[in-house]
Nanobody, 127 residues
Framework: VQLQASGGGTVQTGGSLKLSCTAT????????LAWFREAPGKGREFVSM????????GYADPVKGRFTISRDNAKNVGYLQMNNLGPADTAVYYC?????????????????????WGKGTQVTVSS
């Protein structure tokens, strides 16, 4: 699976952005998607995740109620709608994917288990 994130930019505090993650995969591939971010001087942290069907989602506490993850499997695209942004959200945002494998624990992103990484997109929130 190859991933490409886009949609980053600079917004003012309180603004919104919608990130996209375009996936290129073999026909028939099924995979979970997630977003991570890395702020200057900090490690990469989990932000949000979504199952292949879209029926299960998860969020890190700092973004709950402000960010919404979704996906369109027909287009092989995942999204992260970010609202009410603040300076603490400034970071490079990365999309990630895990292949769906029968018999394994799903949605292991928060523990750092990632099969595929995409290149990041910069999000800057000015105060």
């Amino acid at each position: 699976v190859q991933l490409q994130a886009s949609g980053g930019g600079t917004v003012q505090t309180g603004g919104s952005l919608k990130l996209s993650c375009t996936a290129t995969a073999s026909a028939g591939s099924t995979f979970e998607l997630a977003w991570f971010r890395e702020a200057p001087g900090k490690g990469r942290e989990f932000v949000s995740m979504i199952s292949w069907s879209g029926g299960s989602t998860g969020y890190a506490d700092p973004v709950k109620g402000r960010f919404t993850i979704s996906r369109d499997n027909a287009k092989n695209v995942g999204y992260l709608q970010m609202n009410n942004l603040g300076p603490a959200d400034t970071a490079v945002y990365y999309c990630a994917a895990n292949s769906v494998v029968r018999g394994t624990i799903p949605l292991r992103f928060p523990s750092g288990h990632v099969d595929y990484w995409g290149k990041g997109t910069q999000v800057t929130v000015s105060s």
